[in-house]
């Protein structure tokens, strides 16, 4: 529940933050710090992706069975490993500012990736003491260090506006302002971790650490590689497909920086389900052996299923409304409702694979990551000409339907779990997708009404409609699992 609730207000403060940036900077400087943000985000993951998720596991792992010498052990392996290598691609972009040319095709995105570089080795750092946290189950403290980061950012983004310090390039001061927010935060981190009794053994078990997080962190390369390559490479099919390159950033900055979040706002619960998962799940196998997951794993997907499919309803009847209510941008709005069918793949397949790799399967999930990314990559490539911007969500929806068909055949295949909660989770999303029908239907009868008026009555119709539907679902899902114990 404390991770949920910070969760929730760290992705409003976001999304709140998002939509003042969105009106201040405009659609093509959001773009231009997407892109460069996408492609600091592949790098980042060298370092800091598989070995902080694999920490925070066997630390859970180690925790359970006493052996806390071993914890510690791991920690200070994981810190030096991302520090040297996060210290090293920094000072090849340092000492070789020139390959910056062969990246970026719009000059502006060079100066914002160099001020976001120190955010890469801050970032590092704290994300393997933030993992230390993660697998202790502290998570207030774990929870409460990503809303700082989030307060300390939009503090600096607004004092660095007000002295005017990029007048004339004002996406460079939201680059320099995430490098400091990092930087604080690390430091928050560190002293939190002193203070809470956290210790430091010698570095060893090298080879256990890399050998378990090689799988997750050449599948987060990967999966940042080809969505930098998406940045970097669609203004450019777009500007082939008759756009000029402002018009490109511009449409790539409303789909990445402002409809996307909005569409990606369920995963913030989902997320949070995930944080507090991952160590108990790892926990519980080491004790009590696979059956004892069932449960939670069938619970947490349906749960995640209604969650998703509610905010699905609400895209699909309201997303013009919510696009010109908070950014007056009627283009972000048909983005929204596009967009809006991806939400329920994209959570499951996050969750699966989150699940997944906590059990050790993420030599197949890697193998999975990589069949995804050729039907993204496949996908944008042919739909950019016609389709245009609209090939990216289309290209996502691809890799996580095709990510989620074959996770749920692994996680069925791995637990031994019974299948029947699929059924439901396929009923819970026609009956979203109905839902979004019926309202939509209803909602034509009132277009003359006032925007906060037609959002509030939707709202509230998705909202009744789901309760009557799925509310009893889950009380027979309920009394179904009482009479098999």
């Known amino acids: 529940m404390v991770v949920t609730a910070f969760s929730v207000l760290t992705r409003l403060m976001s999304f709140i933050f998002h939509v003042f940036l969105s009106r201040r900077l405009g659609a093509e400087n959001i773009g231009v710090f997407q892109i460069a943000s996408s492609t600091l985000f592949m790098f980042m993951c060298f370092s800091s992706s598989g070995f902080p998720v694999t920490l925070s596991r066997k630390i ?28 090293s691609i920094c000072a090849f972009f340092m000492m070789f500012p020139s390959v910056l040319n062969m990246l970026f ?29 993660w697998g202790k189950k502290k998570y207030l403290a774990y929870s409460l260090v990503e809303t700082l980061d989030e307060i300390m950012l939009i503090l600096t983004v607004v004092i ?6 990029y007048t004339d390039n004002e996406y460079n001061t939201l680059a320099l302002a995430h490098s400091v927010a990092d930087a604080v935060c690390m430091i928050v981190l560190l002293i939190m971790f002193i203070f809470m009794g956290g ?3 010698k570095p060893r078990h090298i080879q256990e650490l890399t050998s378990a997080s090689a799988p997750i962190t050449t599948t987060r390369i990967i999966t940042s590689l080809i969505a930098s390559m998406t940045a970097l490479i669609l203004p450019s099919l777009l500007v082939r497909a008759g756009l000029s390159m402002s018009d490109a950033t511009s449409e790539f900055g409303r789909m990445s ?25 790892a926990s519980d196998v080491s004790k ?32 013009r409304d919510i696009a010109s209510l908070f950014y007056d941008d009627a283009r972000v709005g048909d983005m929204i409702i596009y967009s809006a069918l991806i939400i329920i793949p994209l959570v499951l397949n996050q969750l699966q694979t989150s ?16 069949i995804c990314s050729v039907g993204l990559v496949a996908t944008i490539a042919l739909g950019a000409s016609t389709l245009h911007i609209f090939a990216y969500p289309l290209g996502l929806f691809v890799y996580h339907s095709i990510g989620l068909a074959l ?29 979004a029908v019926l309202v939509s239907i209803i909602a034509s009868s009132y277009t003359n009404l006032h925007i906060l008026a037609r959002l509030s009555i939707s709202s509230i119709l998705i909202a009744m409609l789901f309760s009557a539907i799925l509310i009893p679902l889950g009380l027979k899902i309920y009394r179904n699992r009482h009479l098999e114990k």
């Open 257 to 281: 920086g402002m409809a996307m979040p909005i569409v990606m706002a369920p995963g913030t619960i989902v997320s949070s389900l995930i944080i507090v998962m991952i160590p108990e799940l």
């Open 105 to 133: 095709s719009n000059d502006k995105c060079q100066s914002v990736f160099q001020l976001l570089l120190p955010a890469l080795i801050a970032g590092s750092i704290y994300s393997t003491f933030r993992a230390w946290f």
């Open 355 to 370: 699940i997944l790799n906590t059990l050790g399967k993420e030599n197949w999930t890697f193998g999975v990551c990589m």
């Open 407 to 435: 996770n749920t055949y692994k996680m069925i295949k791995t637990t031994e779990i019974n299948s029947s909660y699929n059924i439901t989770a396929v009923i819970i999303t026609g009956v979203s997708l109905l839902i």
């Open 60 to 87: 859970a792992h180690y925790d359970a069975i006493g052996d806390y010498t071993h914890s510690d052990s791991l920690l200070t392996s994981t810190l030096i490993m991302t520090t040297c290598i996060s210290t």
């Open 160 to 165: 660095l506006l007000s002295m005017g310090v």
């Open 288 to 319: 009590f052996g696979m059956k004892s997951i069932h449960t939670k794993v069938k619970s947490s997907i349906l749960f995640s299923v209604a969650v998703s499919g509610f905010f699905m309803a609400i895209f699909l009847v309201c997303g």
């Open 199 to 201: 210790k430091m053994s």
